[in-house]
């Protein structure tokens, strides 16, 4: 009985997921001679406009910490597109009842999903060379992103995805 207590802790953190994150990127470009940045006038994100704003604060705010500044001509052109599906459960509990003896057998087997709802939301950054106009640099984050947060919340999970995306920008090339 004791353990049934740790059964709300299992489900709080199975319900909570981490920002995952894929990066590429061109290694022949010399990523120091980029300063500026906009983005696509004609960018589809596919988040709310409230969303979008947040994505782009939180992105203006990283950039301009790292040394790059928003310009009318940039040298860098943003795009982002996102999408929203269901991922497949990857945690669930058996329930087993069987018994044996004197060649008789049987069991019943039972799967229970654990955690809330698993959709999960993709957000893919593409960095575009304004003069060559060819893709440079790419980060795909998946994330357990909530439409029915609060303003605050989806504010902080926002900045979070922002954060871990461009912690490896500008890639050190080798």
């Given amino acids: 009985m004791r353990y049934l207590f740790f059964i709300p802790l299992i489900f709080v953190f199975l319900s909570c997921s981490a920002v995952r994150v894929n990066h590429d990127y061109d290694k ?6 980029y300063s ?15 969303d979008e704003r947040r994505l782009l604060r939180a992105l203006d705010s990283t950039l301009k910490a ?6 009318e ?11 929203e599906y269901r991922g497949a459960p990857n945690n669930n509990v058996g329930v087993g009842i069987g ?3 004197r060649n008789v057998g049987g069991g019943i087997s039972v ?3 654990l955690g809330g709802s698993n959709w999960k939301r993709s957000i893919q950054f593409d960095l ?6 060819a893709l440079v640099w790419q ?8 439409d029915n947060a609060s303003p605050s919340v989806r504010e902080e999970q926002l900045q979070a995805v922002v954060k871990k995306v461009f912690s490896k920008f500008p890639p050190k090339v080798k």
């Fill in 99 to 101: 018994g044996t003896g």
């Fill in 139 to 146: 980060a795909t984050a998946e994330s357990g992103l909530r």
């Fill in 36 to 50: 500026t940045y906009n983005y696509y006038a004609d960018m589809k994100t596919g988040l709310s406009q409230l």
């Fill in 66 to 71: 790292r040394g790059y500044r928003l310009a």
């Fill in 28 to 33: 022949a470009v010399d990523f120091s001679n």
């Fill in 73 to 83: 001509e940039p040298e860098l052109f943003i795009n982002i597109m996102s999408d």
């Fill in 111 to 113: 799967g229970l999903p």
């Fill in 128 to 133: 575009v060379d304004a003069q060559r106009d």
